[in-house]
């Protein structure tokens, strides 16, 4: 477990906490572009242009993010056939999505032509969603599963288990963090 790939994995992790926080810059200046923009058309065009460059930067900031989902079905598929399906799929479109992320980075940042960057958004776009939609089938199964484990745990407990309210207290707290992770691959679509 401890290949190139995992230590690629691993060193293109730590820049995450980048992305999230020049992403925090993106959206902030766009919030604050939005504000201004009738009032303060001088100071709107400055938070703009800190929007786009945001963007842009973090576009370098996920390269070899693709890798990324290459190690995780390489190193976990999936606990049966339907998930390892599942996670090919939800996997392959987020590579897709950070693979054609790059050239569309490069065709706006000047380095390829940039009348590719609209193809290369579609492709990229396309990619997302796809892997969304895969990723929200997956955890869906999953809460479904963990609510059956719940009720018969409820069903065979009828004096006060401290085993079995710690094991619904994790499904629960499962099933919330899934609901979390759904609800913000719903807002990403």
Do not use: C
Request: hydrophobic fraction near 45%.
């Amino acid at each position: 477990m401890n290949d190139t790939v995992d230590k690629l994995v691993i060193f293109l992790a730590k820049s995450d906490g980048i992305d999230k926080l020049v992403k925090t810059f993106q959206y902030v200046s766009k919030l604050v572009h939005w504000q201004v923009e009738t009032t303060h058309p001088e100071i709107a065009n400055r938070f703009k242009e800190w929007e786009v460059a945001s963007g842009l930067s973090r576009k370098a900031f996920r390269t070899g993010r693709f890798l990324t989902g290459f190690n995780a079905l390489r190193r976990n598929p999936g606990s049966s056939p339907t998930f390892k399906f599942l996670a090919v799929l939800a996997n392959a479109g987020e590579m897709v999505y950070f693979f054609f992320d790059h050239f569309l980075w490069l065709s706006r940042i000047g380095t390829l032509d940039a009348k590719l960057a609209r193809r290369m958004s579609f492709i990229s776009a396309f990619g997302e969603s796809f892997g969304y939609i895969f990723f929200i089938v997956s955890d869906f199964i999953i809460m479904k599963e963990g609510l059956e484990a719940e009720r018969k745990l409820v069903a065979l407990t009828e004096e006060d288990s401290k085993d079995a309210e710690e094991n619904i207290r994790k499904i629960r707290a499962d099933r919330v963090m899934r609901l979390m992770a759904v609800a913000a691959n719903i807002a990403d679509f």
